[in-house]
């Protein structure tokens, strides 16, 4: 059984930094693309950034040059870096195998207020 768990999130003040993990099982870790994705309040879920089997990463305008993917294939994780966070990133953030019929974690909640 595939599961996806999420975590890291919480509440950080404008132009502060987190580090969100998701713990992956049930599935050969090193062969996939994995991504991450934000649902804001009342809003569609969307692409943030993707890292392939050979540790390519790809990156959407909303995370370029703010937010870093990476993967450690040894513990089965998936993380993404934020910086310089606004109160636009407040969302529920999750990961996900890019291979069909993978389901979705819970997600972790990030809150960007003063």
């Known amino acids: 059984q595939v599961q996806l768990v999420e975590s890291g999130g919480g509440l950080v003040q404008p132009g502060g930094s987190l580090t969100l993990s998701c713990a992956v099982s049930g599935l050969i870790f090193s062969t996939h693309t994995f991504s991450w994705y934000r649902q804001a309040p009342g809003k569609q879920r969307m692409l943030l950034a993707l890292?392939?089997?050979?540790?390519?990463?790809q990156y959407t305008d909303a995370a370029k040059g703010r937010f870093t993917i990476s993967r450690d294939n040894a513990k089965n994780m998936v993380y993404l870096q934020m910086a310089s966070l606004q109160p636009d990133d407040t969302a529920m953030y999750y990961c996900k195998s890019m291979t069909p019929n993978t389901p979705w974690g819970r997600g972790t909640q990030v809150t960007v207020s003063s």
């Open positions: 890292v392939d089997s050979g540790g390519n990463k």
